[in-house]
């Protein structure tokens, strides 16, 4: 099945009970057992949920996997799967990663013995292989990345990952399963905040891990012992940690996944007419965007994705100041944290999402506006724009 039909349908079969065509909201906190440990494979929503089960269905379906997990928002997800290195264990990240991100591991992981090393975008593709050694267990990258929109060869990151042993995970929050698939390219897990562009309509927090049938091989310790694999653990570990997704927001998310492409489309549509816009106006000293053809990844971009995506990012002349006001002046776009959401949005990193990494290697450029592209008429989107940058 293609794309479309597979976000319609995967997990999602008619209730066998009333015959509902839509998933049922299955709120409940526990389940009636036959007997003893005989139920009829729920027994208690942490462990699972049948409402849980099917958007997990739906999502290894559209990223071409065979294992899913639906988390309580993308941190929980990401600190889930921090919980496969251990401390003295080493993880490559690209420098311009998520904010909160970049918290949590400078601020909660680093501090117990967790070591991290910041690899710089343009050294990504070309040099990755030079940060890596058999200390690495896990590499982590986003393509396109946030809030600069740098695009990484996942394959190539792969192919350096799996060389020294390690799995790369990969945040394909921006992409979304319909514009790009990681683990067709060789990455081991993905990793998505599903309160963007899965849910798609600003209402609800999730997140994902999705791993792929490669990644269920045991791992050895060098020495013989055996352990279980990235899927096994993965699966362990959201129920142990406890950090799953409630019945009404897999709800929500599934349904959002169901209009997922033609969302994109008309995302990355409208973003196409914006970038057009702003490469053209002289207030705008750069626009970041791999559809452009100067940007730096746009022949992998070409390569791996479907479209280019619904974010863009440009650079104010004038600096933080006019950056600031250009965020203050729109109508249309919402200033907001956020993104994927049918409303356009306006941010500046540097004093919101990305606050975080103020005074840090990973500090963002201060004159950098950050917009989530939305479904609304492009003509008032370009003529909001050129209102805010008057």
């Known amino acids: 099945m293609d794309y479309e039909t ?44 049948p409402t849980r089960t099917a958007l997990e269905e739906c999502l290894a379906a559209l990223e071409n996997a065979a294992h899913g997990h639906a988390f309580s928002s993308g941190l929980g997800a990401a600190t889930t799967i921090m919980h496969l290195v251990d401390p003295g264990q080493r993880v490559v990240l690209i420098a311009d990663v998520y904010g909160g991100v970049y918290r949590m591991t400078s601020q909660v992981y680093e501090p117990k013995g967790y070591r991290f090393t910041y690899v710089p975008a343009e050294h990504f593709d070309e040099r990755l292989a030079s940060y890596l050694d058999e200390d690495v267990a896990m590499v982590w990258i986003e393509s396109p990345s946030n809030p600069l929109l740098n695009v990484v060869d996942i394959r190539r990151a792969a192919d350096d990952a799996h060389a020294v042993g390690a799995i790369l995970a990969v945040d394909n929050t921006f992409a979304t399963p319909y514009l790009q698939n990681p683990l067709t390219l060789g990455a081991d897990v993905v ?63 599934q349904r959002g996944l169901k209009t997922l492409a033609v969302r994109m489309d008309r995302h990355c549509d409208n973003a196409e007419r914006v970038v057009e816009f702003l490469v053209g106006h002289p207030r705008v000293r750069q626009v970041l965007y791999p559809g452009l053809p100067e940007h730096p990844g746009h022949d992998v971009a070409q390569k791996q994705m479907r479209r280019f995506g619904g974010m863009v990012s440009f650079r104010v002349v004038g600096g933080e100041e006019d950056a600031l006001n250009v965020c203050k002046r729109t109508e249309v776009f919402t200033l907001g944290e956020s993104l994927g959401g049918v409303e356009s949005l306006v941010e500046h990193p540097g004093r919101m999402t990305h606050a975080s990494v ?33």
């Open 6 to 49: 597979r976000a319609i349908h995967v997990g999602q079969e008619p209730d066998p009970a009333t015959g509902a065509v839509t998933t049922p909201i299955y709120q409940t906190s526990t389940y009636a057992q036959e007997a003893v440990g005989v139920h009829k494979g729920y027994d208690y929503a942490r462990v699972a949920n």
């Open 191 to 253: 990793v998505h905040s599903t309160t963007k562009y899965c849910g798609g309509h600003s209402d609800v927090v999730g997140g994902a891990l999705v791993v792929s049938d490669a990644a269920v091989a045991p791992w050895t310790d060098g020495v013989g012992a055996v352990g279980p694999g990235v899927a096994e653990r993965v699966g362990f570990h959201q129920n142990a940690m406890g950090a799953v997704a409630g019945p009404f927001d897999a709800w929500l998310v």
């Open 358 to 390: 103020a005074g840090s290697a990973l500090e963002v450029p201060d004159d950098l506006v950050r917009l989530s592209v939305g479904l609304e008429d492009a003509d008032d989107l370009l003529a909001d724009l050129d209102r805010a940058l008057g």
